[in-house]
């Protein structure tokens, strides 16, 4: 609707400025069409059309790159806003972080946090953190995460983080089969006032389920989800399946073992 509305302008006598083409850019980011972003952003270079973008502008285009998963682009728009004299904030280094995250390029979502942001007097949020944080369990960097969820926790960064942070960190723990690392970080979680969520209990059970002998700990919290008021979720022990028995199957069989010992 919105290029339709952008490409009847001239018909109408109405010259496209800088809110029309960002607002148009905009509705390409919110339906994921990152190459129409890109095109409407090359038109306002153009001779004909006298405009220079402004970071509401870059940011909808970088945050449509985020959406797609074009982190190489994304990070080629804040190269560009630099070139034109315009400073990325917040928002811009967030996008191409979680960019970074959803590709899992984990080194430079850190860059980004910890080098370019600081040098563009940017101060991260913990959307900032949390992304990057989420980046670290797609390439194993399980200390990593836990030394940016450190600085959330304590006073470096005076800010707060929340059941994203945790859970973030928790997968990463999971997946590199830190299990007793998960079920601290899950065990903090209320303390900081963090609610642990479906993901929470999902990453500490994968981590624990990944060991057989852990099966005690899966079971007990199954049993502590319903008292914190979690829906059941069978997708929770998915770790537990191998090709054929359902995850109560499993449970049980691990139980009747023990048992008839």
């Known amino acids: ?18 809110i029309s083409l960002s607002s148009a850019i905009s509705a390409c980011e919110k339906a994921t069409k990152w190459q129409m972003a890109l095109h409407i952003l090359s038109h306002m270079f153009n001779a004909s059309s006298c405009l220079l973008p402004n970071k ?26 630099l070139e034109v004299r315009l400073t990325p904030n917040r928002i811009s280094l967030n996008a191409a972080i979680s960019a970074c995250e959803q590709t899992g390029r984990f080194q430079i979502a850190l860059d980004l946090l910890l080098g370019i942001m600081p040098s563009l007097r940017v101060i991260p949020d913990v959307i900032s ?5 989420s980046a670290c369990p797609k390439g194993s960097n399980w200390q990593v995460a836990l030394s940016l969820l450190a600085d959330l926790i304590t006073d470096k960064t005076e ?8 859970s973030a960190a928790m997968g990463a723990c999971s ?6 690392l998960a079920l601290c970080l899950l065990s ?14 999902n990453a500490a059970m994968s981590a624990g389920g ?38 109560f199957d499993k449970a049980s069989s691990s139980c009747n073992c023990v048992f008839d010992q």
């Open 159 to 166: 800010l707060t983080p929340d059941e994203i942070s945790f």
């Open 188 to 201: 903090m979680m209320p303390p900081a006032r963090a609610v642990p969520n479906a993901i929470s209990f």
């Open 175 to 180: 997946r590199a089969g830190e299990w007793q």
């Open 210 to 247: 990944e060991r057989g002998f852990q099966w005690q700990l899966v079971l007990q919290l199954l049993s502590t989800m319903p008292r914190m008021q979690m829906a059941w979720n069978l997708a929770h022990c998915e770790t537990w399946q191998a090709d054929g028995p359902s995850t």
């Open 1 to 18: 609707m919105a290029i339709s509305l952008l490409s009847a302008m001239p018909c109408a006598r109405l010259i496209p400025n800088v």
């Open 129 to 133: 953190y949390n992304a990057a944080i």
């Open 56 to 81: 509401i502008t870059y940011n909808a285009a970088i945050s449509a790159c985020q959406k797609a998963g074009r982190w190489q682009v994304a990070l080629s728009l804040l190269s560009d806003m």
